[in-house]
């Protein structure tokens, strides 16, 4: 097997491996096929700047998929988002293609693949007005203010937030979807506001 083909089924393992690990926390059919198309924009992108950085590394035709998930690191995330910002994407798409890799990322520590979350160390871009609930308008009294969110004490950040999950509880089917939610909502806060 050429150098080559194998990197390609390695990365191909990673998208296998990653799609069973989703399916397993039960996220809807669309919230998988995003994470996976923002996967494989990620590991094509990943491949070239892994040939410009550390060559040497790919050279060996059995390089393990845990080898390939301990090369992503803070520098490698900095320089996609920085990519990821020169193309013009708008803010939402970046923000989703971030957090869709701190997610790989908490598969990889589950996998022992990696010892900490690089992706977490990253924040999200700017230009992202507001929390929306699904099925509200931007103007509605339920969009929530990330401004809002990070200005409020904690008492009343967790007020809020616990509001916002009332509502997408009252909106939503299924409690894992309603959790998973939550879960980009307390990860986005951390990230852009911590307390």
Not at 106 to 134: D, H, Y
Request: charged share 25%.
């Amino acid at each position: 097997m050429t150098d080559i083909s194998t990197k390609r089924y390695n990365l191909d393992n990673f998208e296998a491996s990653f799609r069973e690990f989703l399916q397993n926390e039960h996220v809807s059919f669309p919230t998988l096929k995003n994470y996976l198309s923002d996967l494989r924009h990620f590991m094509g992108w990943f491949t070239f700047y892994l040939h410009s950085k550390h060559d040497d590394n790919l050279k060996s035709e059995n390089t393990e998929l845990s080898s390939l998930a301990s090369m992503i690191d803070f520098e490698a995330v900095l320089s996609y988002k920085a990519y990821l910002e020169s193309n013009a994407l708008p803010p939402k798409s970046i923000n989703r293609r971030l957090s869709t890799l701190r997610k790989f990322c908490t598969f990889c520590i589950q996998q022992n693949w990696m010892k900490e979350n690089p992706a977490k160390r990253v924040g999200n871009v700017g230009g992202v007005p507001s929390l929306s609930l699904r099925g509200t308008s931007e103007t509605s009294d339920a969009a929530i203010s990330t401004n809002e969110i990070a200005s409020s004490p904690t008492a009343s950040r967790n007020d809020i937030i616990a509001e916002f999950k009332q509502h997408l509880l009252s909106e939503q089917d299924k409690q894992k979807d309603v959790d998973l939610i939550m879960e980009d909502v307390n990860e986005f806060l951390l990230i852009c506001h911590p307390a």
